[in-house]
C-alpha cells in the first residue's frame, strides 16, 4: 500500500481547487453573455517570477505592502490570477454607466473601462475564492499581484485589470494579519 505524503497531497489539492476557480469564475454571469475576462494559474518557478516583480515593483516605486504582497506570494501553492480586456459591449445610450453618451464616446478613451467589464471582473473573482473558501483553502484577493502580472506581460489578450487570488493551506492563513516590514 502506497503512502501519501501530506505536502505532496496539499500541492495537487490547491492546484486542483485552483482548477475548479478557474471554472467558477468563467460560469458566473457576465453582461450580454460576453467574455471578457481571461484566466490564469501559476505555480512553481512562474510564481517565483511573478513573486520578483512585484518585489521589483515595490522596490522602484517605494511601496511597501506590494514588497510584502511579494512575500506573500512566495507562501502560497498557487495563485489564480483573473483579468479583463477593457471591451464595451455595445449598450450604447441605453447605458451610459461609463458616464459617456455611448460606447462610441467611451471608445475613445480606451482606457476607461466599461462597468460590465469591472462588473464581470468582480463577479467571477466572488465566485472563485467562494469555492476556495467552502474547500477551505486559504485565499485573499490582491490588486497588487495583478498589476505584477499585468506588468509581467503573461497574458495572451490585452488584459488592462487583473487581480491575483494567493492559494495556501497550511497551519495559519499567510495572507492576513501581515506587517509592513518597515513600519
Known amino acids: ?7 505532496d497531497i496539499i500541492k495537487e489539492s490547491v492546484l486542483d481547487v485552483a482548477k475548479k476557480m478557474l471554472i467558477a469564475a ?3 454571469p457576465k453582461g450580454k453573455g460576453k467574455n471578457t475576462l481571461e484566466m490564469l494559474i501559476l505555480t512553481g518557478d512562474e ?11 515595490g522596490i522602484d516605486m517605494n511601496v ?3 514588497v510584502r504582497d511579494a512575500e506573500n506570494l512566495l507562501k502560497s501553492d498557487a495563485v489564480v490570477i483573473i483579468g479583463t480586456t477593457i471591451k464595451p ?4 445610450e441605453i447605458c451610459q454607466l461609463c458616464g459617456f453618451q455611448n460606447c462610441a464616446e467611451k ?4 482606457n476607461t473601462p466599461c462597468v ?9 473573482i466572488g465566485s472563485a475564492v467562494s469555492l476556495a473558501a467552502d474547500l477551505r483553502v486559504d485565499n485573499r484577493v490582491m490588486f497588487s499581484i495583478g498589476k505584477a502580472a499585468i506588468k509581467s506581460n503573461i497574458f495572451e489578450q490585452d488584459v488592462k485589470l487583473a487581480y491575483g487570488i494567493p492559494l495556501s493551506a497550511s497551519s495559519k492563513n499567510p495572507f492576513f494579519d501581515r506587517p509592513l516590514q518597515n513600519k
Not at 510564481?47 to 512585484?54: E, R
Not at 471608445?107 to 480606451?110: A, I
Not at 460590465?116 to 467571477?124: E, Q, S, Y
Open 1 to 7: 500500500m502506497p503512502i501519501y505524503k501530506e505536502t
Open 26 to 28: 468563467r460560469t458566473a
Open 47 to 57: 510564481l517565483v517570477k511573478l513573486s520578483k516583480q512585484l518585489h521589483k515593483m
Open 64 to 66: 511597501d505592502f506590494y
Open 89 to 92: 459591449l455595445g449598450l450604447n
Open 107 to 110: 471608445e475613445k478613451y480606451p
Open 116 to 124: 460590465f467589464n469591472t462588473g464581470d471582473l468582480n463577479l467571477a
